[in-house]
């Protein structure tokens, strides 16, 4: 089955905000709001930062935030911090009890 | 957080089978679903499917369907993740997840069993 589509890279200097899609189909991202997004450093097991499109975990930094429009997801970081420098995943709930994840998209903080 | 507590490193030749285990607390396998995620080397994490310990039944991404088996056994707390013939291409790291119950969302996740199959 077809990846959601995320950019592959997304670069920002400390402090500013950058903005990450992650683009999907009716049968996924457009018609359900069961949008999540990962972050993953490496060696380490990924981490849930967003879910349901906008809520955050507790514990989340409140720098991280999404929103979805149409069949498109996107995750916010605002304030860059070094440590935010890791990979990024969306995934999303498709069409027959199942999940798909997006490609990735590596984030460098500059 | 619960800790998800899985079985360690494997190397394993073409053709072998394999069954790699994930262990949790009575809590996780009543309120969760428990799922199965792929990283292949360097490459993206892809979801393979998932079970429903209280009901046993198992839904797979069409990608793997018929390709491993996801089970999980609720009265000693473990989830399983295996395959009859193993090829090179299973090669990755294999991460156990949970998810509420009744949600999409992955909330938790093992430390990853890595897979390597080689000749």
């Known amino acids: 089955q077809s990846a959601l589509t995320q950019p592959a890279s997304v670069s920002g200097s400390p402090g500013q905000s950058i903005t990450i899609s992650c683009t999907g189909t009716s049968s996924d991202i457009g018609g359900y709001s069961y949008v999540s997004w990962y972050q993953q450093h490496p060696g380490k097991a990924p981490k849930l930062i967003i879910y349901?499109?906008?809520n955050r975990p507790s514990g989340v930094s409140n720098r991280f935030s999404g929103s979805k429009s149409g069949n498109t997801a996107s995750l916010t970081i605002s304030g860059l911090q070094a440590e935010d420098e890791a990979d990024y995943y969306c995934n999303s709930y498709r069409t027959s009890s199942t999940l798909v994840f997006g490609g990735g998209t590596k984030l460098t903080v500059l | 957080e619960e800790q998800l507590v899985q079985s360690g490193a494997e190397v394993k030749k073409p053709g072998e089978s394999l069954k790699i285990s994930c262990k949790g607390s009575?809590?996780?396998?009543?309120?969760?679903?428990i799922g199965w995620v792929r990283q292949m080397p360097g490459k993206g994490l892809e979801w393979m499917g998932i079970t429903y310990p209280s009901s046993s039944e198992s839904r797979y991404s069409p990608s793997f369907q018929g390709q491993v088996t996801i089970s999980a056994d609720k009265s000693i707390r473990t989830a399983y993740l295996q395959w009859s013939s193993l090829k090179a291409s299973d090669t990755a790291m294999y991460y156990c997840?949970?998810?509420?119950?009744?949600?999409?969302?992955?909330?938790?996740w093992g430390q990853g069993t890595l897979v390597t199959v080689s000749s």
């Open positions: 997840v949970t998810l509420p119950s009744f949600t999409w969302r992955v909330d938790n």
């Open positions: 009575e809590h996780t396998f009543t309120f969760n679903w």
């Open positions: 349901d499109v906008s």
